[in-house]
């Protein structure tokens, strides 16, 4: 089944179990966005639990021994990955100016900027988008669906559940081999990520949990509509891990 066919499984049987579980859930919980909010807390715990003791001393380590210009040179190495996914979901939703200036930040990076390492269409002023396929599901109609946590994944809709799986069935890293190295790439790109967001906890007021689901939901939704809403949460792209 493979790694992501593992991870689309536990979304869905989250899913599945979570509305026959909590259905009928008399908690208190009175946000319609997240009908399953007593499974979706267990996962949370897990996952916090999982960061805590692992992922987040990793990333510190990482931090520490890792020059700055090498980070940045990794975060641009993934990014310019990333561009593929955001020239597909472009197109699919139409969006020819945007095709354009991903496909020229993926030609000059790619060689320029010496396979991505050295962002140098961004020097030139070609922005960096963010597109996935959730994002395009929401621009054909489909709605959020539910709020859900994935394990080891974080905060999800139903939705976007679905589309991170598609984008990873597709994604250029599938055709690395060995196998072995996908995963290296895979740990590095979720490594980095967790390093860029190191001291941000700062941030976090109020119940964690519910202050997580605000800001994912907030941030999806701008970039649903392409910055035409206030972002709260920052530009930063938290969406760029492909698992």
């Known amino acids: 089944m493979g790694r992501i066919g593992c991870a689309l499984l536990i979304m869905l049987l989250s899913a599945f179990y979570g ?3 909590y259905a009928d859930d008399d908690s208190g919980n009175d946000d319609p ?3 399953w909010e007593g499974l979706n807390r267990t996962i949370f715990a897990f996952n916090n639990t999982a960061d805590l003791y692992v992922l987040e001393p990793v990333a510190r380590g990482y931090r ?17 990955i990333g561009e593929i996914k955001n020239i597909a979901n472009d197109t699919l939703q139409g969006k020819g100016g945007d095709v ?18 050295f962002d140098v269409a961004g020097a030139i002023g070609l922005k960096r ?38 984008d990873s069935w597709t994604s250029v890293t599938r055709g690395i081999d060995p196998e072995s190295a996908q995963y290296a790439m895979t740990l590095l790109d979720l490594l980095q990520v967790r390093a860029s967001l190191l001291g941000t906890e700062e941030l976090i007021s109020g119940d964690k949990y519910t202050f ?10 701008f970039l649903i509509s392409d910055g035409e809403m206030k972002d709260d949460f920052g530009d930063e792209d938290f969406e760029s891990f492909e698992f």
């Open 19 to 21: 509305g026959a579980v």
């Open 33 to 35: 966005r997240d009908p």
């Open 64 to 80: 520490k021994v890792t020059p700055t210009i090498v980070d940045q040179s990794l975060a641009n190495f993934f990014n310019n």
């Open 100 to 117: 354009l200036v991903s496909s020229g930040r993926f030609v000059i990076n790619t060689t320029v900027g010496v396979l991505g390492f």
């Open 129 to 166: 988008d963010s597109e996935d396929f959730g994002q395009t599901l929401a621009v054909w109609g489909v709605g959020d669906g539910p709020y859900l946590m994935i394990p080891f994944l974080g905060p999800s809709t139903l939705r976007d559940g679905f589309g991170r799986g598609v």
């Open 212 to 221: 997580f689901k605000d800001a994912y939901l907030q941030r999806r939704e």
